[in-house]
């Protein structure tokens, strides 16, 4: 038949593809299976990106920091009831982190699903996402496909971003429709996150109290990393003159040497501040919750800047909330802040200046030992140089130990090339978002991984040999969960927290076809590394750490309840 002709045919399948083409989604994280395997066929056909993995968890952890490092929704497609619950945890965790994301799951046939009656992975997968989500829709037309998509495109990226849920029932693909009236029913989404500019009265009571602070402090959180506003977040903090503070993935927004850093003075400057402005970031455990302890007897003032008008006085009292987008509000706090502005008193940014000096000094013969085995801070001050030596590289970390020393020691110096467990604390992101960092940027990644949990998305060196991705995994092998050297005395079983003894991950990259190696020695673990990062090849080093180096539950060991009838 001729173009154009009415008799011409769509489907649900192409509508679908087009919709997300016509959208500039260009990558599709997924597992394959019924009723999806040919979605992505045709996706790829079609010129997306379609990368598969061996479990669902890791294509949801992959598109959901792929939302994070590209302010589009990251995308997980996903089969019915199984397959759509491995991809649900993730789901969760872009909603708790503010990530947009998509995941898109096939689903059974409706009228059975409601009556219950045993269809093929029969469930109601859009009621079971709908708490763990910002938002959850279903398409039953294919006519519908067009909105349905644009629906879920703002729902994730527009205010707080977040997960939202597509439930896609086998038969809509099958759906035929009229090319021309297909093409037509599609949406373009026109500024799916608009600008929320502040109130002018929130942005002068925030700068009058900043401005009347003696020892005022800034927090950057990842939602500053998030907004890509790298250089009028700079510009204001340099105008300022205030200390800052990053949380873990702000680390590099502005580089950890910067003279204003209290990254390295951190218990100093939250019990000793007397104005706090956060920045993209929540009083949650994170932070205390802005009260107790960590943040000292003296009053406090806090100033939130943040899109999500109801994170104000989530847990204690905001004197000065700016609701707005960041690059939106710290514009405006540049321009209202004039010519004018006094830095703060040189008292405060010297004694700032003083702790991070000597927290520094404290620690940098721990990262020169030459031991072997190596404990963490002689592998990390290795580290700390490849990534001094690479800006540009992704750093992904998780662990306990693993994570809380290698968030001190290695320094950032460019915004969002560090990804982490984030508000969960979640063990098993490391290989989805290794995957995902190298696809989306480029750039080479260095994932720096406990043993334990890496083992949460291991299998994935499969998919990072299949797709020869300049990733390099470094697993801190202290044989077990904080330290290898737990023992039962009660049975033969092995003690809860440890793993086979000297198990040696790099084979398993080496079944694949990438590189693997043994380190015992920081000077085996630099060479190894840097020559990884340069070839560009998939590598696995397996760096053997003393097992009894670790300490229960990395720096949050305070969390553990504790019970009263057994003394550790
Ligand atoms: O100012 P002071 O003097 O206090 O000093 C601070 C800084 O100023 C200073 N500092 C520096 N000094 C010198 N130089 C530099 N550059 C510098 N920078 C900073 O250092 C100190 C400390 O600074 P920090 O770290 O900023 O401050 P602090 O006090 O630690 O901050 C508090 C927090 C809470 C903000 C911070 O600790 C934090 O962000 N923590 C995140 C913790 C976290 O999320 N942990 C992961 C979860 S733990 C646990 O749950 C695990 N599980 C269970 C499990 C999980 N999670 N998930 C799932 C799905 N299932 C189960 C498991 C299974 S961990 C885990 C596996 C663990 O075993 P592995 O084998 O993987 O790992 P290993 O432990 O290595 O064996
Ligand atoms: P961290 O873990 O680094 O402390 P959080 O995840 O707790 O950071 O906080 C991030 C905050 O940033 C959330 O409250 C979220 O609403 C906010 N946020 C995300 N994107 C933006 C944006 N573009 N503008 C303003 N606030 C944002
Ligand atoms: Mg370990």
Not at 302 to 327: H, L
Not at 375 to 402: C, F, M, Q, S
Request: hydrophobic share 40%.
């Amino acid at each position: 038949e001729a173009p154009g002709s009415e008799q011409e045919l769509t489907d649900g399948f192409h509508l679908v593809i087009d919709a997300l083409k016509l959208n500039g989604i260009n990558t599709i994280y997924n597992v394959p299976g019924i009723p999806i395997t040919d979605l992505g066929r045709m996706a790829q056909a079609a010129g997306i990106r379609v990368i598969s993995f061996r479990h669902e968890q890791n294509a949801g952890y992959a598109a959901a920091i792929a939302g994070y490092l590209t302010k589009k929704p990251g995308i997980c497609l996903t089969v019915s009831a199984p397959g759509f619950l491995n991809g649900l945890t993730a789901l969760a965790h872009a909603t708790t982190n503010c990530y947009p994301m998509i995941l898109i799951s096939g689903s059974s046939e409706r009228e059975i699903v409601d009556l219950q009656q045993g269809d093929y992975e029969e469930m109601d997968q859009l009621a079971i996402a709908k708490p763990l989500c910002k938002a959850a829709y279903r398409v039953l037309h294919a006519q519908d496909i067009g909105i349905g998509l644009a629906r879920a495109i703002r729902a994730a990226v527009s205010g707080r971003p977040g997960g939202v849920y597509l439930d896609l029932p086998a038969k809509l693909f099958g759906q035929v429709m009229n090319a021309d009236a297909g093409q037509k029913s599609l949406v373009k989404v026109i500024d799916a996150a608009p600008a929320q500019i502040p109130s002018p009265a929130s942005v002068r009571r925030a700068l009058d109290v900043l401005k009347g602070a003696k020892r005022p402090l800034i927090i950057l959180g990842k939602g500053a990393a998030y907004a890509q506003a790298d250089e009028e977040i700079k510009t204001f903090v340099e105008k300022s003159g205030v200390p800052f503070l990053p949380m873990s993935m702000a680390k590099g927004l502005l580089p950890d040497n910067h003279p204003q850093c209290a990254g390295a003075a951190r218990s100093t400057v939250l019990k000793d501040s007397d104005v706090v402005m956060l920045i993209g970031a929540r009083l949650n455990w994170l932070l205390s919750h802005g009260k107790g302890k960590s943040w000292g007897d003296a009053p406090k003032k806090f100033i939130q800047v943040d899109i999500e008008p109801k994170e104000m006085d989530s847990n204690i009292e905001i004197v000065a909330p700016v609701v707005g987008d960041i690059g939106s509000v710290v514009s405006a706090f540049v321009s209202a802040m004039g010519a004018g502005w006094t830095a703060p008193p040189s008292d405060w940014t010297k004694a700032v200046a003083t702790k991070r000096e000597e927290n520094v000094a404290k620690m940098a013969p721990k990262l020169m030992n030459n031991k072997s085995p190596m404990d963490y801070h002689g592998a990390l001050g290795v580290l700390k140089n490849v990534i001094k030596d690479r800006p540009d590289a992704i750093l992904v970390n998780e662990g306990a130990n693993t994570l809380d020393l290698a968030r001190g020691v290695i320094d950032m110096y460019k915004p969002r090339k560090r990804l982490d467990v984030g508000t969960w604390g979640v063990m098993g992101i490391g290989m989805g978002q290794a995957i995902a960092a190298a696809l989306e940027t480029g750039n080479p990644v260095l994932a720096v991984e406990g043993d334990s949990a890496f083992g949460f998305s291991g299998m994935e060196v499969e998919t990072i040999c299949r797709y020869n991705l300049p990733v390099c995994v470094v697993i801190f092998n202290n044989d077990g969960i904080y330290r290898g050297t737990d023992v039962n005395n009660a049975n033969a079983d092995p003690a809860t927290t440890v793993f086979v003894k000297g198990a040696r991950y790099d084979k398993m990259m080496e079944a694949f076809g990438g590189v693997g190696v043994n380190a015992t020695s920081p000077d085996e673990l630099k060479r190894a590394v840097n020559e990884a990062m340069d070839s560009r090849r998939p590598t696995l080093i397996n760096a053997v750490i003393d097992p009894a180096a670790g300490s229960e539950s990395g720096r949050i060991g305070n969390l553990n309840p504790q019970s009263v009838l057994q003394k550790k």
